[in-house]
């Protein structure tokens, strides 16, 4: 990182300096690790402050000081300063949000643009036929930056000698017998793959659906049907997770590209956690309708959680927050109609984030005194 090198470089020219490099993480990237090690050795110190808890600069007469909370050490004490070097960390484009906007592609909380899958896909978009490379993902080396330019060009002159983009099968359908056009599933579709046609009638351009689900879990009259994850087949799964003992389950609906991922490194990594979980995938978080968590409550299950991907990193862009609405209204009509709201619970894992899901599992059993 940058703040290391200059702090080596103030070492160089005074060795006597104290120099203290204040961070909330450090960004290493293969080699850098060497300036690290340097920086160590050279007696520069390193305190780790809490995301919460950012520095604070004063000034008393004239002479400047740094408050800061050591993470690692668990206290605060005050840094006496002759100089203060800010260095600022590499985020994504201002223009991130248009070009996202306009593209139907997801971003993560640093304004870098997200791929469709860190390994199996990581110079694709979710959006066919946009390839991904470089510092727009994440910052990167000069010669990282060039190899994935390589592998981006050839990934895009695959469609470009094809002549056509293969979509999923995985689509929305919809019956108009019982639309009355209300909009919610056009206006709420975030690649705007539905349009009204001239009798004003919601139309799925097949090309552009993704399969979320949102549209379908929403639907007030149920008029939509995703192909392979109908209401009808969800519902089957339901049924047959809890016909036997459902007082001591816990039904899950994990979404299939994070949450059930790390359902997946939580086994990989042999993690221990209660067996009384039974999941359900789903495409995404918000493909879960409020009538299957409402089915799941009235066979008498323990509990009901929905696991989806980390804000904002959605693979379906804004699928984890639209989840995030719907599961706020589904405890207020569970408690209505007589039900434990707070044994519906909602949480955020990555797919590298096995530990996660095996705590979460752990306190559910707990918490429903299961265990």
């Not at 470089?9 to 909330?24: E, F, M, S, T």
């Not at 000081?65 to 002759?82: A, F, H, I, R, T």
């Amino acid at each position: 990182p940058v703040s290391v090198k200059n702090a080596l470089a103030i070492k160089k020219i005074n060795k006597d300096i104290n120099v203290h490099i204040l961070y909330r993480d450090l960004s290493m990237v293969k080699d850098e690790q060497i300036h690290l090690q340097a920086a160590k050795a050279a007696g520069i110190k390193f305190v780790r402050f809490p995301d919460d808890r950012y520095p604070e600069v004063t000034k008393e007469d004239g002479n400047l000081s740094v408050n800061v909370y050591d993470l690692l050490l668990g206290s605060e004490y005050k840094l006496p300063s002759d100089l203060l070097v800010l260095t600022v960390g590499f985020t994504g484009d201002e223009t991130i949000d248009a070009i996202r906007g306009h593209l139907k592609v997801s971003t993560n909380k640093e304004g870098f643009f997200q791929e469709r899958h860190i390994k199996l896909g990581p110079l694709d978009f979710p959006a066919d036929g946009v390839a991904l490379c470089g510092c727009a993902k994440n910052p990167k080396t000069l010669k990282e930056t060039c190899e994935e330019g390589i592998g981006a060009a050839m990934r895009a002159s695959i469609p470009m000698k094809n002549g056509f983009i293969e979509a999923e099968g995985i689509v929305a359908d919809i019956d108009l017998t019982n639309c009355n056009s209300c909009s919610i599933c056009w206006k709420r579709c975030p690649y705007g793959a539905i349009k009204v046609n001239e009798n004003k009638e919601p139309e799925v351009i097949k090309a552009l659906c993704k399969g979320c689900g949102l549209c379908a879990a929403d639907c007030p009259k149920e008029c939509i049907t995703i192909v392979h994850y109908s209401d009808e087949q969800l519902l089957a799964q339901v049924e047959a997770a809890l016909e036997e003992n459902p007082e001591k389950k816990i039904l899950g609906f994990v979404c299939h590209w994070c949450a059930l991922g790390g359902v997946d490194m939580a086994g990989v990594s042999r993690l221990q956690y209660p067996p009384n979980g039974r999941l359900i995938r789903v495409m995404c978080s918000a493909r879960v309708p409020t009538k299957l968590i409402e089915r799941a409550y009235e066979l008498g299950a323990a509990g009901v959680l929905v696991a989806g991907c980390e804000f904002p990193t959605c693979h379906y862009i804004t699928g984890n927050y639209a989840c995030e609405s719907r599961i706020k209204r589904a405890r207020k009509k569970l408690a209505k109609k007589g039900y434990n709201a707070d044994n519906l619970w909602l949480t955020w894992c990555s797919a590298a984030d096995g530990p996660k899901f095996a705590n979460v599992m752990r306190d559910m059993v707990k918490e429903l005194g299961l265990g």
